[in-house]
C-alpha cells in the first residue's frame, strides 16, 4: 500500500510509522517478524544503495515475499509500503514507480529552491498517475547514509513550507530539525558530556522549528529522516568484541517519542539496525571463533534486530496495534 492512509491515521492517532531499511534476507525477516507479532503498520525502505547492493530484481520480489510471509505468521491484513529512500532523480524515481514500489522519495533538498520544487513536481506528476505517494525534502540533514552525505546542515525554514507543498504536490514533507545521518550523529564538540557516564550527550531536536512547520501546514506529514538512537548497549558490545566505535551517538529516544505524537507520521531508523547486527555477528565470533556457518552469526543478528525493531515500534513510534 502507498502512505497515503498509513499517514492520515497516524497524524490523527498521535503515532509514527517506522520506516525501516532493508539490505538482506536477515533484516527484512526481521522487520517483518516485529510488524506481523506488534501489528504495526510499516514501510520497508530501500535506498539507491540498497538497489545496487542487492540487485533491484530481487529487492522487490523480497518485499512481495514479505507481504505473503507476513500472513504465514499470522498477520491477516498486513499494512507494508515499499518505498524508495532518497531517490537522487527523475530517472530513479521512475524507475522505481515502474518496479512497483507503492512510495517514493525524491531528494532533491541539496538543489537551489526552485530547482528543488521543480524535480520534486516532476516525479510527483509521475508518481501520482500510479496512486504512489511522494515524500520530498526540505532542509538539509548533516551526517552520511549511503550515497547521501552534507558536511553542514541547515534546518528548514517554516516560511518555504507552504509553497513548497502546494507547488510540488508532495504528500509528505521530510525536514531538518536536527536529526542527522549515520551513527556519529554529532561531534564532541557540539554535545555536552554526561558526568557520571562520560557519555555524550547530544543537542535537544529544534522543536520550535518543528512547531513552527506544523503551525504553517496544519495535518501535513512530517517525515523524519537520521532517527536512531545509537543504543549505548550495541556500541558497548560491539566495542567489548574487538569492534572500534568511540563516541558514537543518536537522537534520544524520548525525544522520538514527542515527535511520533505531532505531525511527524514517519521516523526512519536504520543505523541502530545495523548497530545490532553487527553486536550480534562480533559476539558470536569472539565466542566461537571456530563458528564457519553464517546461519550460526546471522540468526542471532536476525534475533537482536527483532528486538530491536519491536522495542522501536511499542516504544518509541506508538504504531502497534494500529493494522490489526
Ligand atoms: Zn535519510
Redesign the pocket.
Known amino acids: 500500500m502507498n502512505t497515503r492512509e498509513m499517514f492520515a491515521k497516524a497524524i490523527k492517532g498521535g503515532y509514527a510509522i517506522p520506516a525501516f531499511n532493508f539490505n538482506n534476507m536477515e533484516q527484512l525477516q526481521a522487520i517483518i517478524k516485529a510488524a506481523a507479532e506488534t501489528k504495526s503498520p510499516v514501510i520497508l525502505q530501500v535506498s539507491k544503495g540498497a538497489r545496487n547492493y542487492a540487485n533491484q530484481t530481487l529487492l522487490r520480489y523480497m518485499a512481495q515475499g514479505a507481504v505473503e510471509y507476513a500472513k504465514e505468521l499470522g498477520w491477516e491484513h498486513p499494512q507494508i509500503c515499499l518505498h524508495l ?2 531517490g537522487d532523480s527523475f530517472e530513479l524515481c521512475k524507475s522505481c514507480v515502474d518496479f512497483g514500489f507503492s512510495s517514493v522519495m525524491i531528494d532533491a533538498s541539496s538543489l537551489p529552491y526552485e530547482e528543488n520544487i521543480a524535480l520534486t513536481k516532476k516525479v510527483v506528476d509521475y508518481a501520482h498517475q500510479y496512486d504512489v505517494t511522494v515524500e520530498a525534502e526540505l532542509g538539509v ?1 548533516a551526517g552520511v ?1 549511503d550515497e ?1 552525505s552534507a558536511a553542514v546542515s541547515h534546518y528548514t525554514k517554516p516560511e518555504e513550507v507552504v509553497d513548497f507543498a502546494t507547488r510540488t504536490g508532495c504528500d509528505s514533507l521530510a525536514i531538518s530539525i536536527g536529526t542527522s ?1 549515520g551513527a556519529y550523529k554529532f561531534t564532541p564538540e557540539q554535545c555536552t558530556r554526561d558526568p557520571k557516564t562520560g557519555r555524550l550527550v547530544p543537542p535537544p531536536l529544534a522543536f520550535d522549528v518543528l512547531d513552527a512547520i506544523m503551525e504553517q501546514l496544519p495535518g501535513f506529514p512530517i517525515v523524519l ?2 532517527s536512531s538512537s545509537v543504543p549505548q548497549e550495541y556500541v558497548d558490545m560491539i566495542n567489548q568484541y574487538g569492534g572500534k566505535l568511540p563516541d558514537a551517538v543518536g537522537i534520544p529516544e524520548e525525544q522520538l517519542r514527542k515527535a511520533a505524537k505531532s505531525a511527524v507520521c514517519k521516523i ?1 531508523i536504520d543505523s541502530d539496525s545495523r548497530l545490532a547486527f553487527t553486536a550480534a555477528v562480533r559476539k558470536v565470533f569472539a565466542e566461537k571463533p571456530g563458528e564457519f556457518d553464517p546461519r550460526k552469526y546471522c540468526g542471532p543478528a536476525r534475533d537482536l534486530m527483532t528486538e530491536l525493531y519491536k522495542h522501536k515500534i511499542i516504544n518509541v513510534l506508538g504504531s502497534d496495534g494500529k493494522a490489526e
Open positions: 529512500d532518497h540533514l547514509e547521501v545521518h529522516h537520521g526512519n
